[in-house]
């Protein structure tokens, strides 16, 4: 079983910068690939972001390349979220999730493992 801790949300006006963290509470974080989603009112959880096990590898959703960065640290058993030139649409409870997969997914049935996730509320 592995427990996912997510911390960073808050309000942000539109424009600014956050940073969401995500830890593990495992000894084999570096075998899990992690993943960020988020989930608006009234809307179905979508895909944010994907990183491979080693971190050699990312995918983003298409619309949010060039804002959202995803990065981990095996060694803190983290994996992080910079988000950029944040919208009001960014508004959502952001998840992050883990899964044994290989290659980098949006699939959320590839994640096994998922947060209960934080709150990033943008301001316009």
């Known amino acids: 079983q592995v427990q996912l801790v997510e911390s960073g949300g808050g309000l942000v006006q539109a424009g600014g910068s956050l940073n969401l963290s995500c830890t593990a509470s495992?000894?084999?974080?570096?075998?899990?690939?992690m993943g960020w989603f988020r989930q608006a009112p009234g809307k179905e959880r979508e895909f944010v972001g994907s990183?491979?096990?080693?971190?050699?590898?990312?995918r983003y959703v298409d619309s949010e390349k060039g804002r959202f960065t995803i990065s981990r640290d095996n060694a803190k058993n983290t994996v992080y979220l910079q988000m950029s030139s944040l919208k009001p649409q960014d508004t959502a409870v952001y998840y992050c999730?883990?899964?044994?997969?290989?290659?980098?997914?949006?699939?959320?049935?590839?994640?096994?493992?998922w947060g209960r996730g934080t709150q990033v509320t943008v301001s316009s």
């Open positions: 999730a883990a899964g044994t997969f290989l290659l980098v997914t949006s699939a959320p049935s590839a994640y096994k493992y």
């Open positions: 495992t000894r084999t974080f570096s075998g899990y690939g």
């Open positions: 990183i491979s096990r080693s971190g050699g590898s990312t």
